[in-house]
């Protein structure tokens, strides 16, 4: 069996995937067209080349840029189920997927509209493919905590088809302590909380989305390397970090794949798993970055392995869920 057939014949979890960022640009014409929006970009080749990112905030400013093509249930539904049908191709049998409310909300697309058209998709990919899946609200963190808290009481009527909240976009300047009260209302109506901290943000980040937030994993979390006693902590309580390495690269985290500290991350011992994040915008869907980092990093089969078990077991699927997977 060659590598890419290892890959895609291992049952994976994909934790860290923005539905935002699996717009592809055809699509994201496609529904310009529809909807009579303008574009910045003159062609599909044209978008494309303008993906040359130097950093998370110059991808960010596209990225939003692109979601304002989505304006209806059916637009978010077809972007899932593009994205879901895309996953099953690369063996991903259990997907989380994020979606940021509030880049909607602001241009007037109502919160039921965002959710009625993912879950549809979701339903179908159940039914379809037998692929679980979860949707985590994700609250950008260049906005206010104002902000974050309207757009909580915007989901209340709808908590119970959430799966739990996140925390993403511009990361420095923007810490987790910003938003601890926000996180702590969360937490009190149930929902599972993760975030993302050191991706480019300082490995204190990292300690305030664990003590501040009572996040459940990291979302990156790459630069802990920085810092012993924190990935000693991350050893030990054994907290996920969804590591995805093609947006590492493409956002100058790491100037090449063979540079990604994933296989250290790995070596001391800590849960770390393979994601896409934003497959549109970063050159590879998942199973491709496992691909990809496998051969850049020189892994084993029995740790790329360990890293598809990772993703399962950091998964929020119960265990009696879970078990015919593992
Ligand atoms: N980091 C922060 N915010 C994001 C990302 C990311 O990698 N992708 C989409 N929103
Ligand atoms: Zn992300």
């Given at each position: 069996m060659n590598l890419e057939e290892f890959v895609i014949a291992l049952p994976k979890a994909e934790l860290h995937l923005h539905i935002e960022g699996t717009l592809e640009p055809e699509m994201m014409f496609e529904l310009a067209r529809r909807n009579a929006v303008p574009?910045?970009?003159?062609?599909?080749?044209?978008?494309?080349?303008?993906?040359?990112?130097?950093?998370?905030?110059?991808?960010?400013?596209?990225?939003?840029a692109g979601a304002a093509v989505l304006l209806h249930e059916q637009d978010f539904h077809d972007?899932?189920?593009?994205?879901?049908?895309?996953?099953?191709?690369?063996?991903?049998?259990?997907?989380?997927?994020?979606?940021?409310?509030?880049?909607?909300?602001?241009?007037?697309?109502?919160?039921?509209?965002?959710?009625?058209?993912?879950?549809?998709?979701?339903?179908?990919?159940?039914?379809?493919?037998?692929?679980s899946t979860r949707l985590i609200m994700s609250f950008l963190r260049h906005l206010s905590e104002e902000d974050g808290?309207?757009?909580?009481d915007e989901a209340r009527p709808h908590l119970h088809r959430l799966?739990?909240?996140?925390?993403?976009?511009?990361?420095?300047?923007?810490?987790?302590?910003?938003?601890?009260?926000?996180?702590?209302?969360?937490?009190?109506?149930?929902?599972?909380?993760?975030?993302?901290a050191g991706e480019e943000g300082p490995p204190e980040y990292i300690f305030e989305a664990?003590?501040?937030?009572?996040?459940?994993?990291?979302?990156?979390?790459?630069?802990?390397?920085?810092?012993?006693a924190l990935m000693a902590r991350l050893a030990r309580e054994q907290i996920p970090l969804t590591v995805c390495p093609f947006s590492n690269v493409r956002l100058r985290v790491f100037d090449t794949l063979a540079e990604h500290n994933l296989k250290t991350l790995l070596d001391a011992g800590l849960n770390?798993?393979?994601?896409?994040?934003?497959?549109?915008?970063?050159?590879?869907?998942?199973?491709?970055?496992?691909?990809?980092?496998?051969?850049?990093?020189?892994?084993?089969?029995?740790?790329?392995?360990?890293?598809?078990?990772?993703?399962?077991?950091?998964?929020?699927?119960?265990?009696?869920?879970r078990r015919p997977w593992l």
């Amino acid at each position: 069996m060659n590598l890419e057939e290892f890959v895609i014949a291992l049952p994976k979890a994909e934790l860290h995937l923005h539905i935002e960022g699996t717009l592809e640009p055809e699509m994201m014409f496609e529904l310009a067209r529809r909807n009579a929006v303008p574009l910045p970009w003159d062609s599909v080749e044209a978008t494309r080349v303008a993906y040359d990112f130097s950093n998370l905030q110059s991808f960010l400013d596209l990225y939003y840029a692109g979601a304002a093509v989505l304006l209806h249930e059916q637009d978010f539904h077809d972007l899932a189920l593009a994205y879901l049908e895309r996953a099953h191709a690369d063996g991903v049998v259990h997907a989380e997927l994020f979606f940021d409310p509030q880049t909607h909300t602001l241009r007037s697309v109502p919160f039921s509209t965002v959710l009625d058209g993912l879950e549809r998709a979701c339903v179908e990919a159940q039914q379809r493919w037998g692929m679980s899946t979860r949707l985590i609200m994700s609250f950008l963190r260049h906005l206010s905590e104002e902000d974050g808290f309207a757009t909580l009481d915007e989901a209340r009527p709808h908590l119970h088809r959430l799966h739990g909240v996140g925390l993403d976009s511009s990361e420095l300047g923007h810490p987790p302590s910003k938003f601890e009260r926000l996180f702590a209302e969360c937490r009190r109506l149930g929902l599972p909380v993760v975030a993302h901290a050191g991706e480019e943000g300082p490995p204190e980040y990292i300690f305030e989305a664990l003590d501040l937030l009572q996040s459940q994993r990291i979302d990156h979390g790459v630069r802990a390397s920085e810092d012993p006693a924190l990935m000693a902590r991350l050893a030990r309580e054994q907290i996920p970090l969804t590591v995805c390495p093609f947006s590492n690269v493409r956002l100058r985290v790491f100037d090449t794949l063979a540079e990604h500290n994933l296989k250290t991350l790995l070596d001391a011992g800590l849960n770390v798993s393979i994601n896409s994040d934003d497959p549109a915008y970063f050159g590879g869907y998942v199973a491709q970055n496992y691909i990809d980092t496998a051969a850049a990093l020189s892994l084993s089969r029995a740790e790329i392995k360990r890293i598809a078990r990772n993703s399962l077991q950091a998964s929020f699927v119960s265990d009696a869920q879970r078990r015919p997977w593992l």
